[in-house]
């Protein structure tokens, strides 16, 4: 559509056409480009999301000097529940987690990563929280905790989580997967945490 | 006591016909969602409310599924509503159209009575096919998922068909037909990434961003764009050359800055650092496009002194011009940048930002769609000054738009107080967020959302009752815009 005699280039319809057009092209471009890297580099496995069998090892939050934010430290080996598997064990059990957090939405009152309802405390970091008490107790607490919460300590505010049916078996999954998520190396997210004390 | 005009949808086209299907259903699930809403947010200051019965997440569940499917159910039916005059040709495959309609509102009830009844499932896939993918906003299960593609295809032949069929016959497709129509395909294909179920959280969050950013920070924004330019042609009489060459300006700035902007939601879920920067400085961009609506709306407003055949939606177009530049731009602006998301993200900053972005952008255009839609079903009466029992329209705006303000300020008052106490100085341990939770500020914030929650809901019944009367005693017709005359003065 050529512009008539009076009308400015810049106030076209025929030039905005054109650059909607090619600006989107332009950035989805881009957008793929980004996203074809992003996807490399959070495979499984990888430098910044863990092989699941990282569960047989400790995992700990510690402040970096350098990047002057906490970075995900893996420690000695310390199976979880004190069986140490295989990367295809480790994925059925943190796949099997992950599918139960799920199937209870979790995510409509806790978050992950950050995302999600705002009712109950972020997971990211839920296998590091010192609200667990001591690395020797942790694991029994979670999975009683996760399979009927309706009758423990949670706040003064009387908020508590429901009793969601979760079985023995899914319970220790959830564990697993909370562990194996606390190794993704979130940037820093959450700041400022303390994680639980797992030296004694 | 003047004539009673009925409601009669002998006034519209098979389109609008349609389309007024969709906006009834839309207002219906608007009002589900406000009632899930306060179930929710009585939840935050009496936790012992129907605990064990339905709980939060069940409440929060269907709040936020409700304004998902409303909204969409407000879109499909503007564009329904449109569609003939842009295309000048008849909908085409109506009856399929009808059909899809009944199935789609079924699956809405069966997916709802499902999260209500069932509520959750064993850790296994059958959860995910059958009862909840317990992904925000889109938990409807994959059976679910699958019926709203077969029915957004089938939307989408209705809609490219009958412009197909108009540019035969008019010899070309109008610019917001064009825009429409690749908006719908985005927004189409963009749902099927949403699809699959992967074990890695990052790989998985990486695309369930796709979804709900591009959905509502580009495709949805695309969208109101074309609704508001067909609705300044008809309520205001702007010139279909002016609307347009605004319409891919703003696409412009929305996908020019929206696209990448994505990268706000990749900050802190595992993805690389480089997010950091390029989602900092493209989400700074976003408002822009926001700026430029206002604008438009406003000057055009002015430009024909206010003078519209329609003061109801006039009004909400204008809510939605500001609503979509405080609640998306502004609210959206003030915890973008990743320096401060660090202690933002997460927490009632979040939801103060999806109230007001939501509602401001989507809610406010959808509810000037319903005025539109009113007005013609009475037979294209005038709905301006001096209209019968016009204080409805007046007080269904004021306490809708005050109820929604007094909420975002709760919950925003809330998140500062949360970002400071749990985040900056307890270091986001669960400790942390309950000393958050517990502190006096956020409470008061929670009990202020939960009375301006009253106000709204006090708000949605007028706006019921206003949408079920309006014109009803108007004599007066529709006068036609003169564009011409004004424009020479």
Redesign the interface.
């Known amino acids: 559509m050529a512009a008539n005699d009076n009308e400015l280039w810049w106030?076209?319809?025929s030039f905005?056409?054109k650059?909607?057009i090619w600006?989107?092209v332009v950035?989805?471009f881009?957008?793929v480009g980004?996203?074809l890297?992003?996807?490399s580099?959070?495979?499984?496995g990888g430098k910044?999301?863990l092989a699941?069998s990282t569960i047989n090892n400790r995992v700990d939050y510690k402040f970096d000097e350098t990047l002057k934010r906490q970075v995900v430290v893996i420690g000695q080996e310390e199976p979880l529940f004190g069986k140490k598997l295989t990367e295809q064990e480790a994925?059925a059990l943190?796949?099997?987690?992950?599918?139960?957090?799920?199937?209870?939405?979790?995510?409509?009152?806790h978050?992950?990563?950050?995302?999600?309802?705002?009712?109950?405390?972020?997971l990211?970091?839920?296998w590091l929280?010192?609200?667990w008490g001591s690395r020797g107790v942790r694991e029994d607490l979670m999975v009683a905790f996760i399979k009927d919460p309706?009758d423990k300590v949670?706040?003064?505010?009387?908020?508590?989580m429901?009793?969601?049916?979760?079985?023995d078996e899914?319970a220790h999954?959830?564990v697993a997967y909370l562990k194996w998520?606390s190794t993704?190396?979130?940037?820093?997210?959450?700041?400022?945490?303390?994680p639980i004390d797992q030296e004694n | 006591m003047t004539a009673i005009r009925a409601l009669n949808s002998a006034n519209l086209n098979g389109g609008q016909k349609l389309a007024v299907k969709y906006f009834t259903v839309a207002l219906a699930l608007l009002g589900a969602q406000i009632l899930f809403g306060m179930l929710a947010a009585t939840q935050f200051v009496m936790p012992g409310f129907l605990y064990g019965v339905i709980d939060f997440s069940i409440n929060r569940m269907v709040h936020i599924n409700a304004l998902v499917v409303w909204l969409l159910f407000g879109f499909i039916g503007a564009v329904y509503w449109m569609l003939e005059e842009e295309a000048g040709a008849p909908t085409v495959g109506l009856k399929l159209g009808n059909i899809i309609f009944y199935v789609f509102t079924a699956t809405v009830l069966v997916v709802v009575a499902v999260y209500l009844l069932v509520q959750v499932g064993p850790g296994e896939m059958s959860t995910q096919w059958l009862i909840t993918e317990g992904r925000e906003y889109t938990e409807a299960p994959r059976w679910a998922d699958i019926g709203i593609v077969v029915c957004v295809l089938a939307f989408f032949y209705n809609v490219a068909a009958t412009f197909f069929k108009g540019k035969a016959a008019k010899g070309g497709i109008s610019g917001i037909g064009g825009v429409l129509l690749l908006d719908l395909v985005a927004l189409a294909g963009i749902y099927l990434l949403g699809m699959w179920y992967t074990t890695n959280v990052t790989l998985d969050q990486y695309w369930w961003w796709w979804v709900i950013h591009m959905w509502v920070e580009a495709t949805w924004e695309v969208m109101v764009g074309c609704m508001m330019a067909y609705a300044l042609m008809n309520v205001l009489g702007t010139s279909r050359k002016i609307v347009t060459t605004w319409l891919y300006l703003e696409v412009f700035m929305m996908l020019g800055s929206g696209i990448l902007g994505i990268g706000h939601h990749y900050f802190w879920i595992g993805t690389p650092e480089y997010w950091l920067s390029i989602g900092g400085f493209f989400s700074a961009l976003e408002p822009l496009p926001l700026v430029a609506m206002v604008v438009h709306a406003v000057y055009d407003s002015g430009v024909h002194k206010s003078r519209n055949n329609n003061h109801p939606a006039m009004g909400w177009l204008i809510a939605q011009a500001f609503g979509n530049f405080l609640g998306a731009g502004v609210w959206g602006f003030i915890h973008t940048l990743p320096q401060i998301n660090l202690y933002t993200h997460g927490t009632q900053w979040s939801a103060s930002h999806g109230h007001f972005a939501f509602y401001g952008a989507y809610a406010t255009i959808n509810i000037a769609f319903f005025y539109m839609a009113t007005q013609k079903l009475r037979g294209d009466v005038w709905m301006s000054g001096n209209l019968f029992g016009n204080w409805k329209w007046k007080w269904a705006m004021v306490l809708l738009n005050l109820g929604m303000l007094g909420m975002i300020m709760g919950m925003l008052v809330a998140g500062f107080a949360q970002s400071q106490i749990e985040r900056a100085i307890g270091g986001a341990t669960w400790t942390a967020f309950f000393a958050a939770q517990e502190h006096p500020w956020f409470v008061q914030g929670m009990y202020w959302r939960l009375a301006f929650g009253w106000m709204f809901a006090a708000g949605y019944v007028l706006l019921v009752w206003d949408m079920l009367t309006i014109g009803k005693r108007e004599t007066r017709a529709v006068q036609s815009h003169d564009d011409a005359a004004l424009e020479a003065k």
């Not at chain 1, 949670?154 to 508590?160: E, I, Q, Y």
């Not at chain 1, 429901?162 to 079985?167: A, E, H, M, Q, Y």
């Open positions: 106030a076209s319809e905005w056409k650059t909607t600006t989107t950035m989805l881009v957008l980004l996203t890297d992003t996807v580099q959070i495979q499984v910044r999301v699941y994925e943190v796949d099997h987690g992950k599918l139960t957090m799920h199937a209870k939405n979790c995510m409509d009152c978050t992950i990563l950050g995302n999600g309802a705002y009712y109950a405390p972020d990211t970091k839920a929280d010192p609200f309706s949670h706040n003064s505010l009387g908020r508590r429901p009793k969601l049916g979760v079985t899914e999954a959830v998520m993704i190396d979130t940037n820093g997210f959450p700041n400022n945490f303390k």
